[in-house]
């Protein structure tokens, strides 16, 4: 016997949802005969929330795929990030939960002054605006080791 890895429910609509609200459902069974559910019925619960902006401060910026023979730094060293979400999503959200990327391997072009970084939020929570937008690179060679 296979595991059920999800229900379809009928069609749930509500225009002009603004509080949270439950609602009993019926399951819809594709196999009949050959699968059935207990219960037919389900109640699910709808949580709403507003969406709100805050701003997150002193994201680093991570340079990666560095050359060994490099040490990069960004400068600023830090963002300040934009976001938007549900609100008790927005305002549990850390700074340890965003990425803010640099790849030296794959964008660094010489001669260049100012990059782009890539943002990368959960994927309940969108980015409105970074600050700075972009950043300088220094680069200093490691002496080589005998």
């Known amino acids: ?5 999800f229900a ?17 459902s019926e399951l819809i069974n594709h196999q009949k005969g050959i699968v059935s559910f207990q219960p037919e019925k389900v109640k699910l619960h709808f949580n709403i929330e507003q969406l709100v902006e805050r701003t997150v401060y002193n994201i680093p910026i991570q340079i990666i795929n560095v050359p060994k023979n490099l040490t990069a730094e960004a400068a600023p060293a830090t963002i300040s990030l934009r976001v938007k979400g549900g609100e008790t999503r927005i305002s549990n959200l850390t700074i ?10 794959a964008e660094y072009k010489e001669g260049k002054q100012n990059y782009l970084m890539q943002i ?8 409105v605006e970074a600050s700075p937008q972009y950043f300088n ?10």
């Not at 016997?1 to 890895?5: A, R």
């Not at 990425?99 to 391997?105: I, M, Q, R, S």
Request: aromatic share 10%; proline share 6%.
């Open 1 to 5: 016997m296979d595991k059920l890895q």
């Open 96 to 105: 340890n939960e965003i990425d803010v990327l640099f790849d030296y391997a």
């Open 137 to 146: 690179i220094k680069l200093v060679r490691r002496e080589e080791s005998p």
């Open 120 to 127: 990368k939020t959960p994927e309940d929570v969108a980015w």
């Open 8 to 24: 379809e429910t009928q069609k749930i609509k509500d225009d002009n949802v603004r509080f949270p609200f439950d609602v009993s």
